[in-house]
């Protein structure tokens, strides 16, 4: 089974300064971790994912995350908050052994100016 | 391209009515789902497919069918709606198994009274 944790259903920070949002999983075997946002009335879309490699992935609209194995985390983050990123952000576990992703709850993150 | 559509965008239902939804894509993708997203709840899977001519049930498949009959298409049909069924429903589609990220359609909202 497979499963993922947003702890926070809301994030508030102020424009310019550095945002985390968090996630956390649980799956069997080794993971395929993705970040997506949703903006008000929209579909879902990708920002960025993890596969292997290199713990900070880096993706669209200046977002980035890092992976870390032993606190099994997939926390999203940016240097500088913009307004423009205010929205729903979503975090999805996929096992490498398994065709379905699982969603977090989701977290909305609202930067004021 | 289009993308992922969905048809309709809006509806209203009175308890008991039955309806279908449509979901098409343009990618050559072999995977499609079908979710729902309902406040707090995040996105749970309600039925999937891995290609066409195959279904399979997720978390919350009670009350739902679905075919794919066609690889650009997904269906979902809803026989007897129930106001539980109110909820905004979203399809998704990726390439093969493995890392690929999924692409989300605009999504359906869905009233049943």
């Known amino acids: 089974a497979q499963s993922v944790a947003q702890p926070e259903d809301q994030v508030n920070v102020a424009e310019g300064n550095p945002l985390t949002v968090k996630c956390t999983y649980s799956?069997?075997?080794?993971?395929?971790l993705f970040w997506y946002v949703q903006y008000p009335n929209r579909g879902l879309q990708f920002l960025l994912k993890?596969?292997?490699?290199?713990?900070l992935v880096k993706g669209s609209y200046g977002f980035e995350a890092e992976f870390n194995k032993s606190q099994t985390s997939f926390h999203l983050k940016k240097p500088s908050a913009l307004v423009s990123d205010s929205a729903l952000y979503f975090c999805?576990?996929?096992?490498?052994?398994?065709?379905?992703?699982?969603f977090g709850d989701g977290t909305t993150l609202t930067v004021k100016p | 391209n289009a993308g992922v559509t969905q048809t309709p965008k809006f509806r209203v239902l009175k308890t008991g009515q039955s309806m279908t939804l449509l979901c098409a894509q343009d990618?050559?993708?072999?995977?499609m789902y079908w979710y729902r997203q309902d406040p707090g709840m995040g996105l749970r899977l309600i039925h999937y497919?891995?290609?066409?001519?195959?279904?399979a049930k997720g978390e919350v498949p009670d009350g739902y069918n679905v075919s794919r009959l066609k690889k650009q298409n997904f269906l979902l049909g809803l026989e007897s709606a129930a106001p539980s069924q109110t909820s905004v429903y979203f399809c998704?589609?990726?390439?093969?198994?493995?890392?690929?990220?999924?692409?989300f359609g605009p999504g359906t909202r869905l009233t049943v009274l």
């Open positions: 998704a589609t990726h390439r093969l198994a493995g890392a690929n990220e999924q692409f």
């Open positions: 990618m050559n993708h072999e995977y």
């Open positions: 799956v069997s075997g080794n993971p395929y």
């Open positions: 497919s891995v290609g066409e001519g195959t279904t």
């Open positions: 999805a576990v996929r096992d490498t052994n398994a065709g379905k992703s699982t």
């Open positions: 993890y596969i292997t490699g290199d713990n």
